[in-house]
């Protein structure tokens, strides 16, 4: 792909800055023609509070007695994954391109 610029470090492979256009010429399947669809970056929406998972944690680390669920603090990923959203201008409809795990991911005008 000519239009994604990758900056690598050192000699590895290892992505850390991605610079990735605004519009990008992709297939709409629900127009079933080529547009140029919009890009914006996908971000994690606000948690509940009473959601499972929550009170799963919750009760978890209340602990049993004086032995309370300890918090992990050895993360094996450092980056996390960049999920780009193609929207329809004609139609809004959204679908997901291919994710990248970088320390940096930018959108720029081309």
């Known amino acids: 792909m000519q239009y994604i610029t990758i900056?690598?470090?050192?000699?590895?492979?290892?992505?850390i800055h991605i610079r990735y256009p605004r519009t990008i010429n992709r297939?709409?399947?629900?127009?079933?023609?080529h547009k140029?669809?919009?890009v914006t970056v996908y971000k994690k929406g606000k948690e509940r509070m009473l959601n499972q998972g929550r009170r799963?944690?919750?009760?978890?680390k209340k602990g049993y007695?004086?032995?309370?669920?300890?918090?992990f603090h050895k993360n094996a990923k450092l980056n996390k994954r960049a999920l780009p959203i193609l929207e329809c201008p004609d139609c809004g409809k959204k679908q997901y391109s291919k994710s990248y795990r970088v320390k940096k991911?930018?959108?720029?005008e081309v």
């Open 27 to 33: 297939y709409c399947p629900k127009c079933r023609a």
């Open 56 to 60: 799963r944690v919750e009760r978890k």
């Open 65 to 71: 007695g004086s032995f309370p669920k300890e918090i």
């Open 105 to 108: 991911f930018e959108l720029q």
């Open 36 to 38: 140029l669809h919009n």
């Open 7 to 15: 900056i690598n470090c050192y000699q590895k492979l290892e992505r």
